[in-house]
């Protein structure tokens, strides 16, 4: 994508059950964020499983 930007954004509770983060300031209206979750158990195997979620900014 010719305007796309790669950056990193700080999570809040990362590790919980809950969490969130800010949009950067630069994000504009139509933006989309790009997060890929990844959750382990903490069974005998761990397991893992990831999911990307797309927020889209207004």
Excluded: C, W
């Amino acid at each position: 994508m010719p305007n796309e930007k790669l950056d990193t954004v700080k999570l809040t509770g990362a590790n919980t059950k809950k969490v969130s983060f800010t949009v950067p300031n630069d994000a504009k209206s139509g933006d989309t964020i790009h997060i890929i979750l990844e959750v382990q158990d903490n069974g005998a195997h761990n397991l893992k499983s990831y999911q990307r979620v797309i927020v889209t900014v207004k």
